[in-house]
């Protein structure tokens, strides 16, 4: 048994006041997917996206799980047709975030790499996810 729905729509109304989506994103998520949670007293985390049906189903009222969720429902329709270029951002990303892990300086502080490297994963993710304010 699942969540009711007002506390359902509650949780998602936090997600979108806590996390940086932009109104036109938030009204279409809101106006375009079914939301279902199924134990908001939980943060274990967990959900999926189904597509025949627009819903994003949460195990439980994780916040990462909701964002990874609404990703998955945001960008369902919008990557049709720009496949490749959307996974070549993707790949970008990936090799960025694994040069970046473990570059350090002196006393442990960010490397001069690091920064640049940082401030190209924000440059791509700012191209890639038009749905966040940056
Ligand atoms: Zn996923």
């Not at 109104?23 to 106006?31: D, Q, T, V, Y």
């Not at 070549?88 to 975030?97: G, M």
């Given at each position: 048994?699942?969540?009711?729905?007002?506390?359902?729509?509650?949780?998602?109304?936090?997600?979108?006041?806590?996390?940086?989506?932009?109104?036109?994103?938030e009204?279409?998520?809101?106006?375009s997917?079914?939301?279902?949670?199924?134990?908001?007293?939980?943060?274990?985390?967990g959900?999926w996206?189904?597509?025949?049906?627009?819903?994003?189903?949460?195990?439980?009222?994780?916040?990462?799980?909701?964002?990874?969720?609404l990703?998955?429902?945001?960008?369902?329709?919008?990557?049709?047709?720009?496949e490749?270029e959307?996974?070549?951002?993707?790949?970008?990303?990936?090799?960025?975030?694994?040069?970046?892990?473990?570059?350090?300086?002196?006393?442990?502080?960010?490397?001069?790499?690091?920064?640049?490297?940082?401030?190209?994963?924000?440059a791509d993710l700012?191209?890639?996810?038009?749905?966040?304010?940056?």
């Amino acid at each position: 048994m699942s969540a009711a729905p007002e506390c359902v729509r509650a949780f998602f109304e936090e997600v979108f006041r806590w996390f940086p989506y932009t109104p036109e994103a938030e009204e279409w998520l809101k106006r375009s997917v079914t939301f279902e949670v199924e134990d908001l007293n939980s943060t274990r985390g967990g959900g999926w996206w189904q597509p025949a049906e627009d819903k994003v189903f949460l195990y439980t009222a994780q916040y990462e799980a909701a964002i990874h969720e609404l990703a998955h429902a945001w960008w369902h329709y919008r990557r049709l047709g720009v496949e490749d270029e959307f996974m070549a951002v993707v790949q970008r990303l990936l090799l960025i975030v694994r040069l970046g892990v473990g570059f350090r300086g002196p006393g442990g502080k960010p490397a001069r790499l690091g920064h640049v490297l940082v401030r190209q994963i924000v440059a791509d993710l700012a191209v890639a996810c038009p749905a966040l304010r940056w």
